[in-house]
């Protein structure tokens, strides 16, 4: 569902059939400390408007595979579109949009 520096895709439980982003960090030491920088800032937000890391999916899957050589950081899917998404195609926005993601 996305490419940049790091690859983004969606994936579905198996435990509770939700869809979910799925980003894949390989594991050397830099990515490592990235994908450990954004995973405790996710873990501190607490807003309707913005990605929640859910936190069942939380146990490492390194004790289920440990010779992985990535690290996977998982969040709620937004299927449509982030608010960068929305700035960037649907320039000018109406008013209602506006009061919609900025109350």
Not at 35 to 49: D, T
Not at 52 to 72: D, G
């Amino acid at each position: 569902i996305g490419s940049g520096k790091y690859k983004v895709f969606l994936c579905q439980s198996m435990e509770d059939g939700k869809d979910y982003a799925m980003k894949v960090y390989p594991s050397d030491p830099h990515n490592t400390k990235k994908f450990a920088h954004e995973k405790y800032f996710l873990e501190q937000l607490s807003h309707h408007h913005i990605v929640t890391f859910p936190h069942q999916l939380h146990k490492p899957l390194s004790q289920a595979q440990p010779a992985q050589n990535f690290n996977l950081l998982f969040t709620e899917y937004a299927p449509n579109g982030t608010l960068l998404d929305l700035l960037q195609w649907n320039l000018p926005l109406s008013d209602k949009i506006i009061r919609t993601y900025f109350r």
